[in-house]
C-alpha cells in the first residue's frame, strides 16, 4: 500500500492534527471532544449555528468547510464511519448561541441514528437542534423514494447557503426551510473507474474492473445503477448530465449551480473535458449554468472517478450562494 | 487504462474548451491562439502584465492561476511540454498594456528557448517582455548551482505575490525585482509513491516500486535523490521539510509561507497528516508558519505524491500574498 500514513488505525486522529495546525487562522480544535472542529470564533452570538459531520476519507469534506459564513462545527468519524451521538451532541453544545442549531448532513443510516440521538441529548442540556439530511444520490433510490437517496457531493451546496442564511440574521426554522429547499432542488450522481483503499484495511473493499466503469456508484463504494464497458468521456459525461437535469426534471430558463467533484485520483484534467461535454448537454435542456466549481469538493479517499451535482437556484438562493465566505475547502470573495 | 477522455491526443484542447466555459465569469480563450487563455478584463489599463506558461497535466497549474489580481495569460502547452513559441508571443501581445509583460516561468529547457524566442518576437512588436526563472526544486540540481534547479510547485508563490505588485501599480523592474526576491526564498522537494500515466501514451514512463519511494522525484517523473524503503508519514515529512528548510538556511524567527500540493492521486487526508510533522519540524527551527495552502495546487497527473513548497516572506512579501485575488485555483478575500 504505496501511502502516506502512521499507523493506519490512527489515520483520522494525525489527519485532525495537521488540519488544526494548517488552517489556525480560521478553525481551532474542540477542547471537550477531539473528534469536533469548530470555527474560531463560534459561538457567533445571536447567529443560529450549522453543523454537519460524517465519516472521514471525504476530505476536504466535512471539516474543510468549517469557517466564516460556514460551518460552525463539524463531528469528525473514523474513515467512511459516522461520528458517534456524542461528537454531534458536543458539536452543538459547543457551538449554540441561545438561537439553536441547524444539522445538516447526508442521509446515510448510521449517521441519522447518532445525529437523532444527539438532537435528544441537546434537547436534555437546553439547546434546540433541527436538522435535514441532503439526499441528492440520484442513483442509490427510485425517484418515488428519494427519501431513502444518500447524500453526495451535493452537501457543500446546502452547507454554503444556510451558513449565508444563518449569517445573514435568519432565525432557525427560516435556515432548515432554506435547507429543505436545497436538497429539494439538489441532485448528483458519480461514476467509478477504479475503487479506493481504506488504509486500515489495505485492500480496495469492492472492485471495478479495467474496462468497465461504474455508473452511479456510491460514495464509499455503494453499488450503482449499472456496470458498463468504459465509454469516451464525451458519452460519460452525457449520460451523467441527462440524468441528473431529467431527475430533476430541469426546465427552460433554470439556472444551476453545478460541482464536478473529484472523487480522488482522477487527474484535473479529465474533470474539465468532461466539463466541456456537461456544459453543453445543460446547454441543449435550455438550462443555464449560474456558477461552476470544478475540483476536489467530496471525494472518497483515491477513489478514480467523478461526482456531477446540480442544484436548481432561484434569485434568493444565488444571493446567498454569493455572500462571501472563508473556509479550507472554499473561498467566495 | 481507466481514464476520462475522448481521443487521448487530443486532450490538451478538450481540457481547454472545458475550463473556459466552466471559469467564464473571469477567463477568456484568445481570439487568435487556442492555446492562450487570458483574464477576461485584460489588458488592464496602466498595468504590467503577469504571464506564465507550461506543458499541461499539472492543473490547476498554469491555466487556474489565470484571474483578478492574478495571471493575465497563460501560454498552454502539450501534456508535460513547452508551448511554442508562438503561444508565449500570442499570450504577450495579447495583455500588454503598453506597461510592459513580466513572463514568471519555470526553468526547463524547453521552456526556457520558447520564452526566448518569444522575448525577442516581441520585441520586433514593440513589446517588452522581461522573464524571471523558478528554480525551486532543490532536487534538481546542487545548491552552488541553483540556477541549473527546475521550477516546481513553488510557482503559484510567485505568481500570486507579482501579481499583487503589479495590481499595486509598480512598474516592470519592480515587478521583475519582486519575481527574483520570491524565486531566491522559495525551496520545493518532491516524494513519490507512485508514477503517472500520460494519456497519449497509456502506461507509466517511469516506474517507483511498491515498498519504496523516490525522494526528490521531478513533477514529469525525474530521477530524485534517492530511491528509499518507503517510510511512515511522519519521518517522510521530517526529511521533506529538513531538506528545504537547511537548503533555505532557515534561522529562527523567520516567517515562511507553504504550499503542501498532492502530486495528483494522494488522499487529501494524506496531505494533512503529513503537514502534522511538517509543521513540527519548522517549530523545532524556531521558523512560524505564516500561511498554509494544502491541496491540489501543481500537479502532475495522477502521480501519488506530494511536494513541500515554503517561501520565506519578509513584511512586503506578506502584505503581497495578503492581496485579494480570484482565480479558479486560489482565492483570498
Redesign the interface.
Known sequence: M?????NPDF??D??????V???S?IIVHSNKNKRVVKYKNAPVKDKVSIVTGGG??H??AFLGYVGENMLDAVAVGEVFSSPPAKAFLDAFLEVDSGKGVACLFGNYAGDTMNVKMAVNMAEDEDVLVKYVVATDDVASAPKEEKHKRHGIAGGPLMWKICSAKASKGASLDEVIETAKQVVDNTRSICVG??P?VIPAVGKPNFT?E?GT?EFGVGHHGETGIKVEE?K???E?AKEMAKTVLDDLECNKDDELIVI?SNL??????????????I?KIISSYGVK?Y??L???YV?S??M?G?CLSILRVDDKLKELFDM?C?C?AL???
Open positions: 504505496q501511502r502516506f500514513v502512521n489515520v483520522v494525525d489527519m485532525i492534527k495537521g488540519f495546525k494548517a488552517h487562522d472521514s476519507g476530505e476536504p473507474l477504479s479506493c471495478i479495467d466503469m468504459l469516451p468521456a464525451c460519460i464536478l480522488g485520483s482522477t487527474p484535473i484534467m479529465e474533470l474539465y473535458i468532461l466539463y466541456d461535454e456544459e449554468v456558477k461552476a470544478i475540483g476536489s471525494t479517499l483515491d478514480n467523478a462571501p472563508y479550507p473561498t467566495i470573495n
